[in-house]
Every structure is written in C-alpha cells, then in structure tokens.
C-alpha cells in the first residue's frame, strides 16, 4: 500500500489549502481513508475521514471548514481546508483502514485506532 500526500504549506490565518493523497495497492470492497494529524511527540488527532461508500467523518474542530472527497478514477482523496486557523498547524498524515468494523458504531476514533498503513507527512503551518 502507498498513500502519497501533497498540498501542505504555509498560510495566513483565514486562507485555505487543498490537501491530496494518492493511494494505490489496495484492493477491497470496503475501507475507510482519510487524514489524522500529528506532531512530534503530541498524540495524533483524526481530522477528516471518508468511507468506500462516501460516509464522511470530521472531527469537532473542523467541521464546517474542512471537506473530503473522493475522486475514484484518479485513487485521489483529498481534502478541503478553509478558514484556516493557527490551532490547524500541524504535519498531517493521508492514512487508510482496510478493515474497519461494519457492524459497530464507527467514528474518527476508530480511525485513528485503526488505521493500517500511512503515508509521509505533509506540513501545515498557519501563520496568525
């Protein structure tokens, strides 16, 4: 499995960035992909998620100002960030889960916990 991330830079507070990852190896009916961020020596934190079947997960802090989406034909995720805010930087991982859990409640939670394989980081950083 390879996940390759792009879009990381440097923005003032209020701008937007795009992320992209490009995922490729993986054959399965049903997985959920996405992003978690992290810095060194902090806990990582789930961001956005988005299932084989287009169910979306954000976590609290940027819901309404951060998109997913899925573009099938390129394996492309990628993720929407505006209203950038200096609390959002942060070096952000592409991450996917083969194996999520079908049959319970499943949130960014499960993600993060579950996540099997992940790319290199792309850095975020927002100035104020």
């Known amino acids: 499995v390879q996940l390759q991330a792009s879009g990381g830079g440097l923005v003032h507070a209020g701008g937007s960035l795009t992320l992209s990852c490009v995922g490729s190896?993986?054959?399965?009916?049903?997985?959920?992909i996405g992003w978690f961020r992290q810095a060194p020596g902090k806990e990582r934190e789930g961001v956005s998620a988005?299932?084989?079947?287009?169910?979306?997960y954000y976590s609290d802090s940027v819901k309404g100002r951060f998109t997913i989406s899925r573009d099938n034909a390129k394996n492309t995720v990628n993720l929407q960030m505006h209203n950038l805010k200096p609390e959002d930087t942060d070096i952000y991982y592409c991450?996917?889960?083969?194996?999520?859990?079908?049959?319970?409640?499943?949130?960014?939670?499960?993600?993060?916990?579950?996540?099997?394989?992940w790319g290199r980081g792309t850095q975020v950083t927002v100035s104020s």
């Open positions: 988005i299932s084989s079947n287009d169910n979306t």
């Open positions: 991450a996917i889960d083969l194996n999520p859990d079908r049959f319970r409640p499943y949130g960014l939670g499960e993600f993060v916990y579950g996540v099997d394989w």
């Open positions: 190896g993986f054959n399965r009916p049903y997985y959920v």
